[in-house]
């Protein structure tokens, strides 16, 4: 542990005991787990609490998804409740999509702020803390040459980031709610989830062919992308599922999407014609049989189904917001993409398909 860490963690300790909890250092609750704190209270187990210092701030969401995946994973099945303490600013995007995923408390920089404003002392000396850090994380920026910020395929500086245009998440997730859902909403449904497709991924899935007919003259996509090159998410996507096209489904279903449905999808995609992914896009979470079949498509077939209702689109628009707002370095910009939504998505169906 370096000394910036350890200075956060002996903070910490003492942000905790000036809320009343009696916090007691690498403690071990088993035989394999030792935790950064246990606080207790009048005597009772109130929590587990792992802090950990975050070099970048704010910090993005690649990386918060890193962190706190490995810390859940380490806090295991732990009876008592768990807190997560970053020395980093979450964009509250984030942190809502990330308690939603892992379950997991998260207090940021702000958190710490407001819970330390009893202690006036101890506030400031985390502000210093905090200043310190920022500062020494902008030398060793200023070290090295800063990539451009690519939005839209237009390459920015940070001076021009105010010319950039408002995020429009907020726009499309109100258009989103108000679409109708059922055939009589279809053709808008489809239309709009064209312009969210867009503006969340326009950068790197170019050339949609909308409603392209197969060879049969019978069997419609709704739209088809190819992939662009220089984002790490596609060009890893595509290669390990040897997809050229991307297939993305409206169904704008008032009810879950049944298999029967799903096996209609199924017959559209090809892993010979490297179109074995389809991204299903639906209004609400599918009926459990139809992951069953998708688990089927995928075992069978190498045919990959990624479902994606309204709540999936919500949440991922926020975090295309965010992404906008930040003047972040290329590479920054990048870890903060809402492909992080997918990959975690896509991570979760593998890991829980049978053999």
Known sequence: MNNQAMQFE????ELLQSMGYTADRQVALSSQRRFDFVITKNCA????????????NPGTLATLRNVVSRVKS?????????????????????????????????????????????????????????KEQDDAAAGAAR???????????IVHDEETMQLLPDPRGVELSQRLA?????????????????????????????DPRIQARLE??????DVVYRVGQGHPFWETFTRDFRARVIVFECKNYSLPIKPNQLHTTERYMSASALRPVCFLMTRVKPHEHTELAAFGAMREGGKLFVFLDDEDI????RIRDVQLRLPTNNRDYLQNDPTVVLDQKIYDFLSRMPR
């Not at 002996?10 to 300790?13: S, T, V």
């Not at 187990?45 to 970048?56: L, M």
Request: charged residues 30%; proline residues 2%.
């Open 10 to 13: 002996e903070l910490c300790a």
């Open 45 to 56: 187990v109130e929590r587990v609490v792992e802090v950990k210092f975050i070099r970048e």
């Open 74 to 130: 380490y806090f295991g099945a732990s009876p008592f409740d768990q807190l997560l303490i970053l020395s980093c600013v979450v964009a509250a995007e984030h942190k809502a999509w990330l308690f939603k995923e892992f379950k997991l408390e998260i207090w940021d920089r702000e958190d710490i702020l407001g819970h330390a404003e009893k202690s006036r002392q101890l506030q400031n000396r985390f502000a210093t803390f905090f």
């Open 143 to 153: 070290r090295s040459l800063s990539d451009p910020i690519v939005t839209d395929g």
């Open 178 to 206: 108000d679409t109708p859902r059922g055939k009589r909403g279809a053709k808008l449904y489809e239309a709009l989830i064209l312009d969210i497709l867009e503006y969340l991924f326009g950068d790197y899935l170019l």
């Open 216 to 221: 049969d003259k019978l069997s419609v996509l």
């Open 314 to 317: 919500y949440e991922m628009l």
